[in-house]
């Protein structure tokens, strides 16, 4: 199997979205560059995570660069949708992110998760160069989206299947 290597740079899109019932929702992100796309699988976690460390590395980035203006992510939903047809490339295990000053890009770079006992070195990677903008819009999208799930339970802070909830913090009794 070779190894997968994509650099979308720069981007003019960068979408997320999730397709499914609430509990049993798939995860995508999806980057378009010159009408093509790249789309991968992620976590409802990872989107969260990328969300909050999005805020900590924009935070990061204006205490090394006093002078560099906040990110000004205006969004709509609509420009979140995923484009079909969708055929992921490889579901992802890692997120990092790297800036470019020359360029005023941020990278978000996507690694493969891999089956056990599979180097690292096997992973592919897909890095998706994009405006402080559009990664901060993307950072508040994931957020909503994250939001729309399952209710969490408040008692033990688990999510409610609509169906019913075995509570443990209720020593598994359902509430009727």
Not at 72 to 82: M, P, Y
Not at 164 to 176: E, I, R, W
Request: aromatic share 6%.
């Amino acid at each position: 199997m070779s190894r997968i290597e994509i650099d979308l740079n720069p981007i003019d899109a960068l979408r997320a979205d999730a397709i499914g019932k609430p509990g049993k929702r798939v995860f995508y992100l999806q980057g378009e560059k010159d009408g093509k796309f790249v789309t991968l699988l992620v976590e409802k976690i990872q989107l969260q995570t990328l969300a909050l460390g999005t805020q900590k590395f924009f935070a990061e980035l204006s205490k090394e660069n006093p002078e560099l203006p906040a990110a000004n992510a205006t969004w709509n939903e609509k420009d979140f949708r995923l484009t079909p047809p969708l055929d992921p490339i490889f579901r992802i295990g890692e997120i990092d992110l790297a800036y470019d000053p020359e360029l005023d890009l941020v990278c978000l770079v996507c690694r493969e998760i891999l089956l056990e006992g599979n180097p690292p070195e096997d992973a592919g990677v897909v890095r998706f160069w994009c405006t402080r903008d559009q990664l901060q819009a993307l950072a508040l999208w994931s957020l909503e989206l994250a939001g729309r799930g399952l209710k969490t339970c408040p008692t033990c802070g688990q999510p409610m299947d609509p169906d019913g909830h075995l509570c443990p913090k209720k020593n598994g009794h359902k509430k009727k």
